[in-house]
């Protein structure tokens, strides 16, 4: 998305479609690893960024595990990696100058509290119906997750 975004297309680019699928499976934040998100839909990512005049930041693992832990260490809840990404990109931005930190500032913040309930609570985990490998042909992933209903 950010190098659509930079390249002010609404279309997603990929330099290497084989690239970007091994790509998204380094990523912490396992669910911003879609490589067909919803950003250049009507009133997807791509419009509201226009609209708000909005940027999109790159954070690496280490940047948004800081993050986690320093939204742990100041707010006392831990945050799934995805939002770990927001307080990483929105920390770059404050640094760069992109932003000012004495205005006010908003974040959602999703996925909180999960580590805190699983130490709480008994889990009961459930395996996945199907598997499919990130290099299945697109027919097959599609038969196979028809035959799921």
């Known amino acids: 998305m950010h190098d659509s975004w930079k390249a002010d297309s609404r279309n997603i680019v990929f330099e290497d479609e084989a690239k970007a699928k091994i790509d998204a499976l380094t990523i912490d934040a396992k669910v911003l690893s879609n490589r067909r998100p919803p950003y250049?839909?009507?009133g997807g990512?791509?419009?509201a960024l226009k609209d708000c005049g909005g940027d999109i930041e790159i954070v690496d693992n280490l940047q948004l595990r800081k993050a986690c832990e320093l939204f742990?260490?100041?707010?006392?809840n831990d945050i799934h990696p995805a939002a770990g990404?927001?307080?990483a990109g929105m920390i770059k931005s404050i640094?760069?100058?992109?932003?000012?930190k004495s205005k006010n500032l908003m974040l959602n913040i999703t996925g909180g509290g999960e580590n805190r309930f699983k130490s709480e609570k008994k889990l009961i985990y459930k395996t996945p119906d199907l598997?499919?490998?990130?290099?299945t042909d697109i027919e097959?992933?599609?038969?196979?997750?028809?035959?799921l209903f």
């Open 40 to 42: 250049g839909v009507a």
């Open 45 to 47: 990512l791509y419009d």
């Open 72 to 76: 742990f260490e100041t707010e006392g």
């Open 85 to 87: 990404v927001a307080v």
């Open 95 to 100: 640094e760069s100058g992109k932003i000012d």
């Open 131 to 135: 598997v499919i490998d990130n290099n």
């Open 140 to 147: 097959i992933i599609l038969k196979s997750a028809e035959s």
